[in-house]
């Protein structure tokens, strides 16, 4: 007998026919991955703060974490970027010892003709009519009743008082201070005499704590988050639990996106302090959009693509829903924040707003000394897919069977695994698979030179392997130089 059987008795006399069916070679992988949306929600909200739960659809978003909330609006736009992956999020309560950021509307001078006044709030239209020689007063009571009448996407609330328009954020904390305020974003004119000045928002303090990421996310691999806090505490404890689930024994760790709305200034000094190499921030400067909503977009755009080819270039993938100018393609800042941990988008002539480079904040040595090991986001995408390639492969190939060194003759049929086995798998997987079949690794000569397989000296049913994979890079850049000549040479 030279087949080994798992279910067939070898002590079998009483006839029949006996086949056992074997599923373990069948498996051809793939699945569907999820993303986690990680903001606050409100009161309104039916979902329990600091716990996941599946999002259904936009509407059940805006049912568990509040209509108007952080996380609805996250669920929009992200779901306005990707409508495959399935979603989830992770709600918190805002902080019972935060503040909510204020602005105000002040109208000081009335219209002296009638006309419309184009306001936008995060980017948000909100129209308001106004009469002619109506009263300072009047003006902005029509203002605070636009805004409400907007509905609870706009994220403030309303109130006006002798000519003065108090806007108020929905969520206390630090993201109501990004709330942009403006008028006239697509150059509409002001009612003719009518004079309104803005205070920006401002005073928000207190961000919800992260608490212990762990407990909270539970084991189910989430593959890409999206962040809509981004104070240094809560950076700092995503960091740390994507480091963790990246590493052994988890190994199923996530790439995180979030965005920055900020001047240059503030976006440089934001992103040189920080070295997170499974985080990515963008820099919105300073446009219209709320950063959780151009976090969620983004990883809406990106996601979809790294996991079709991680180590693509995600250069003009295009993130609906943002508004943008022309900063955005300034080389200088743009090329200035890529060597400071931060991420850059694009603005085409047509105003829609497009990915130029998804880098991670990961920037630095332990020493401090310069490092980009870890740039660009897809690095670390890559590993991970080549460890779970790995990783699954071996468990379909090897899994159930006997460990010996060498093959000494053993008949065929016998489930021993032996170091020759082990490099054999990995060999093929990178040459026929990774190499050949995706494309994300190359150089498959180096990499067969330098693979090490050992059977481990002290505990036998162990084999360690090293391998040195020369992963393929996102193309962005290419540089030429021109010698034009003005005769034909003679040689």
Known sequence: MTITFSEVPAALRYPGVYIEIDGSQAGLGGDLPVVLLVGQKLPTGDAPAGEVVRVVSVEDAKTKAGAGSMLAQMAAAYRNADQTFDLFMLPYADNAAGVAATGTITVTTPAA????????????????????????????????????????????????????????????????????????????????????????????????????????????????????????????????????????????????????RATYEAAAAFGETKNYEHISCAWLALNPPTPWEAAAAITGSAAPRLYNNPVISLEGAPVPGLAADVSYNDFTLGNSLLFHGVSVLEVGTDGAVYIKRLISMYQFRSDGSADDAWLDINIAETMERIRAEQRLGAIKRFRGTVAAKTNEGFRPGLPITTEDSVRAFLLSLYQ???????????????????????????????????????????????????????????T
Not at 116 to 144: C, R
Not at 218 to 247: M, Q
């Open 113 to 260: 003709a009638a006309g419309t006044l184009a306001l936008y709030i995060a980017g948000k239209p909100i129209s308001i009519g106004i009469p002619a020689n109506a009263e300072v007063g009047a003006i902005a009571s029509a203002i605070a009743a636009a805004i409400t009448a907007a509905g609870d996407d706009i994220p403030v609330t309303a109130t006006a008082a002798e000519g003065v328009v108090t806007l108020r954020a929905r969520h206390a904390g630090t993201c109501g201070n990004g709330i942009d305020l403006r008028l006239g974003l697509y150059g509409e004119a002001l009612p003719d005499g009518l004079v309104v000045n803005i205070v920006a928002m401002s005073g928000g303090t207190g961000d919800p704590l992260p608490g212990d990421l762990p407990s909270l996310i539970g084991e189910r691999w989430f593959r890409y988050v999206a962040l809509g806090l981004n104070d240094a505490a809560t950076l700092a404890a995503w960091h740390a639990e994507s480091r963790r689930r990246y590493a052994v024994p988890v190994q199923a760790g996530f790439r995180v996106f979030t965005a920055i």
């Open 432 to 490: 026929n698979v990774l190499m050949r079949e995706y494309g994300w690794v190359q150089a498959y000569g180096y990499y067969k030179s330098t693979l090490i397989v050992e059977q481990d000296s002290t505990n036998p049913s162990r084999f360690n392997f090293r391998d040195d994979p020369v992963v393929n890079s996102p193309f962005y850049i290419l540089a030429g130089r021109a010698r034009f000549r003005k005769a034909v040479p003679t």
